[in-house]
T-cell receptor, first 113, second 114 residues
Framework: NAGVTQTPKFQVLKTGQSMTLQCAQD?????MSWYRQDPGMGLRLIHY???????DQGEVPNGYNVSRSTTEDFPLRLLSAAPSQTSVYFC????????????FGPGTRLLVL | GENVEQHPSTLSVQEGDSAVIKCTYS??????FPWYKQELGKRPQLIID?????GEKKDQRIAVTLNKTAKHFSLHITETQPEDSAVYFC?????????????FGSGTRLSIRP
């Protein structure tokens, strides 16, 4: 099993550009989530999904969209990138719920100029 | 919504000494409290967790305690070693019929002095 994979590893965007951060897992996990990590602010929840077709907002959802059309994939879309979205993004998954071990992907480092 | 506060933000201890990191949470409905360790440049990984029906849990040199009444929980690392140097995150999980999410604290950077 590859576990949780994320692409790209690193990305530079200009303000106003859009892009999609990819996240996939091959463990048949129902629960998936996206976090951003900024210095001194820990891991902040952006969006999460309890299963295919179901998504919900986390702590900092503004500026981000998600969809969950399959169990395996949970992409994160930035519609119009802003410098404030410069961060490291982590995708995580667990078997069925938040109250289980979360398996994190390797992260995507995003720089918005 | 749930809010998790973590202290201290940085901690430096002598190798062999103990380290304690404390967290508080706001929502009394939270019932699962994991701790994650993140080494430099790597992804967070679970090191220990505790559920609300347990007051203490131990795994070798690490232990977690939970006080539901006070809504706080702590991570204890004994006999610290250089490989314990990392950022540690506490978290609280809340489950409603309409929501299931984990909220993390802001992290503690632990440094072990040789």
């Amino acid at each position: 099993n590859a576990g949780v994979t994320q692409t790209p590893k690193f990305q530079v965007l200009k303000t106003g550009q859009s892009m999609t951060l990819q996240c996939a897992q091959d463990m048949n996990h129902e629960y998936m989530s996206w976090y951003r990590q900024d210095p001194g602010m820990g891991l902040r929840l952006i969006h999460y999904s309890v299963g295919a077709g179901i998504t919900d907002q986390g702590e900092v959802p503004n500026g981000y969209n998600v969809s969950r059309s399959t169990t395996e994939d949970f992409p994160l879309r930035l519609l119009s990138a802003a410098p404030s979205q410069t961060s490291v993004y982590f995708c995580a998954s667990s078997y069925s719920a938040a109250r289980q071990t979360q398996y994190f992907g390797p992260g995507t480092r995003l720089l918005v100029l | 919504g749930e809010n998790v506060e973590q202290h201290p933000s940085t901690l430096s201890v002598q190798e062999g000494d103990s380290a304690v990191i404390k967290c508080t949470y706001s929502d009394s409905a939270s019932n699962y409290f994991p701790w994650y360790k993140q080494e430099l440049g790597k992804r967070p990984q679970l090191i220990i967790d505790i559920r609300s029906n347990v007051g203490e849990k131990k795994d070798q040199r690490i232990a977690v305690t939970l006080n539901k009444t006070a809504k706080h929980f702590s991570l204890h690392i004994t006999e610290t070693q250089p490989e314990d140097s990392a950022v540690y995150f506490c978290a609280a999980s809340i489950e409603y019929s309409s929501a299931s999410k984990i909220i993390f604290g802001s992290g503690t950077r632990l440094s072990i002095r040789p």
